[in-house]
């Protein structure tokens, strides 16, 4: 087992952009790494370079012509009509941009060496990770590669047959569901805000059998995401009894998110975190959506943090406060007037709430149809 938790980063991810209006303009990765130094949670022996994963690796999910259609835009700088009509490359969502093969590339590297990493067992971070809209010959909201996919199948391949994937980010995870529909040995449990794109993972959605999809209404607070924590993932986790557990964790739930319309604090995605820790021999933690620079760089800090057992501050020292305050969020009103606490703390203050109707029916429809196939799995 690894002796302690790894935190797979790269330099690339500082200044690459996917263009000066597009949501992914903001810094995210660089910002995680930056922090967790100046706090002293990242040691050089916890840190380990992400490789480029080679089109080989990546044809264990995409395609040959779509892995070649990536390298030849990121070369050519363009793609034809054909191309962007066929591989959703050079669309307002998915642009053309320098890196635009070599930095999905590398989050994938990532996330397929954390499977071999955890062949024995332990801790992996790679907030780089997370693309879980991507398609096997297609781009698609803003995923170029689906590195929980490549994960997935790495950890399978080092030993992991049985996984829980649970997925908090905002959106639904589509591209991972398309991967894993009908697998008997995959458990997907998704967590997203309903009528949001793409639109999938509806409450009756059961990918196959191995999909619990909860849709969940806007302003979903933290009082409800524990509630939905305790009362469905945690134990239809522990009931699955996974070989390995991955872990979407993006960022794009709370508050300040300008594409989401959920309430929860980052605090809350940290007890998600802190609650699938040790359900399982491995656990791969991956990053995913979030567009607002310091609502992401606070939130995947503190899942770092959290993974490590480290005590979060209430404030911050000066050197974690000023690369916070260096951050920029160019074209969008939050960026204007940015609260102090942005600056000067990692944790939210807890957004708790009542617990609506809606997410106790829903829960219990869920639980219910999951008792249900455990029974008939004893069955048979």
């Known amino acids: 087992m690894l002796p302690r938790p790894l935190f797979i980063g790269h330099e690339i991810y500082r200044g690459s952009s996917y263009g000066r209006a597009h949501p992914l303009r903001v810094p995210r990765v660089s910002t995680v790494m930056d922090v967790s130094r100046a706090m002293g949670w990242l040691p050089q022996e916890a840190f380990v370079t992400s490789p480029r994963a080679k089109p080989a690796a990546l044809h264990a999910f995409h395609t040959p012509e779509y892995v070649a259609a990536l390298q030849a835009a990121e070369a050519a700088q363009e793609v034809s009509a054909d191309v962007r009509a066929r591989h959703h490359i050079g669309t307002v969502s998915n642009p053309v941009f320098p890196e635009v093969f070599r930095r999905p590339a590398t989050a994938a590297g990532g996330s397929i060496l954390a499977g071999e990493l955890l062949a024995r067992g332990g801790v992996v971070y790679n907030p780089a990770g997370g693309t879980h809209h991507g398609m096997p010959d297609r781009a698609n909201g803003f995923c170029y590669l689906n590195d929980p996919v490549l994960a997935m199948l790495s950890l399978r391949h080092h030993g992991a047959q049985r996984i829980a994937y649970v997925d908090i980010d905002a959106h639904h995870c589509d591209g991972v569901e398309a991967a894993f529909a009908g697998d008997p040995d995959v458990l997907m449990i998704s967590v997203h805000e309903e009528n949001l794109w793409p639109k999938t993972g509806l409450l009756q959605d059961d990918a196959g059998g191995s999909a619990l999809n909860l849709p969940v209404p806007r302003g979903l607070n933290d009082s409800e995401m524990a509630y939905i924590r305790d ?89 974690a406060e000023a690369l916070l305050r260096a951050l920029e969020f160019k074209g969008h009103r939050l960026g204007r007037n940015p609260p102090e606490h942005w600056f000067s703390t990692l944790r939210d203050a807890p957004r708790n709430g009542p617990i609506r109707q809606d997410i106790t029916d829903r829960v219990a429809h869920l639980r219910q149809r999951w008792q249900a196939a455990g029974q008939r799995v004893q069955r048979a």
């Open 231 to 319: 009362a469905l993932v945690v134990p239809a986790v522990a009931d699955f009894a996974p070989d390995a557990v991955v872990l979407q964790c993006g960022a794009d739930a709370v508050t300040e998110d300008p594409l989401a319309h959920l309430d929860l604090s980052n605090t809350a995605h940290w007890a998600v975190v802190s609650a699938l820790n040790g359900l399982a021999p491995r656990y791969l933690v991956l990053g995913g959506g979030g567009y607002n620079p310091w609502s992401v760089g606070r939130l995947w800090t503190g899942v770092w943090a959290t993974l490590l057992g480290a005590e979060i501050p209430d404030h911050l020292p000066p050197e």
